[in-house]
């Protein structure tokens, strides 16, 4: 299996996913956050059940990760700068400027396309080399950082999923 190609693919299957699972919320409830800790039958843990943010925070985070993370790292492999990663306070307060869900859809869009492009400039030969030391993980390949993006998307939609199902159960 090539696994540039798969993960490209993946790449842009949860995308979708993340994209269909935002149509299941009730317009008013995208910018909602949960608050099932109030009512009586929330079983314990529901924080981590639901996570606290609203399905667009959700969307914004997977966005500014793979924006300021992701994306940048993958662009060293094909000659890019070293990354200079943001303060994770930085996240918060670019939240708080986000208005429109509609932009929001199109940069995750767009941050994919980019990432897709990118992977598809990575010569073969360095897809496996481990040159970018990516805190707490030691030096780490190309390979990894996409499919580490993957497990950020499946993690979050998880929440994602969650909200839009279970939302009304507690």
């Known amino acids: 299996?090539?696994?540039?190609s798969f993960l490209a693919e993946q790449l842009n299957h949860?995308?979708?996913?993340?994209?269909?699972?935002?149509?299941?919320?009730?317009?008013?409830?995208?910018?909602?956050?949960p608050n099932h800790e109030l009512q009586?039958?929330?079983?314990?843990?529901?924080?981590?059940?639901?996570?606290?943010w609203s399905a667009l925070r959700v969307l914004f985070h997977l966005l500014y990760y793979e924006e300021t993370i992701a994306l940048p790292s993958l662009?060293?492999?094909?000659?890019?700068?070293?990354?200079?990663?943001?303060?994770?306070?930085?996240?918060?307060?670019?939240?708080?400027?986000c208005?429109?869900?509609?932009?929001?859809?199109?940069?995750?869009?767009?941050?994919?396309?980019?990432?897709?492009d990118t992977i598809k400039s990575i010569n073969?030969?360095?897809w496996d080399s481990e040159k970018l030391e990516y805190y707490g993980h030691?030096?780490?390949s190309a390979y990894w950082f996409v499919a580490k993006t993957i497990q950020?998307?499946?993690?979050h939609g998880d929440k994602l999923l969650r909200k839009a199902l279970y939302w009304d159960d507690f």
């Not at 299996?1 to 540039?4: E, P």
């Not at 662009?75 to 400027?97: D, F, H, N």
């Open 138 to 140: 030691g030096h780490v």
């Open 1 to 4: 299996m090539n696994s540039k």
């Open 124 to 126: 073969p030969d360095e």
């Open 14 to 33: 949860t995308r979708r996913i993340i994209e269909w699972t935002l149509t299941l919320f009730p317009e008013e409830r995208l910018w909602e956050e």
């Open 40 to 52: 009586d039958n929330a079983p314990e843990g529901i924080d981590s059940f639901f996570g606290k």
């Open 75 to 97: 662009k060293y492999w094909i000659g890019g700068p070293l990354p200079s990663y943001p303060k994770s306070s930085e996240e918060e307060e670019m939240w708080m400027l």
């Open 152 to 155: 950020h998307t499946f993690s």
């Open 99 to 116: 208005t429109s869900k509609t932009e929001l859809i199109d940069r995750f869009r767009k941050i994919r396309e980019k990432q897709l």
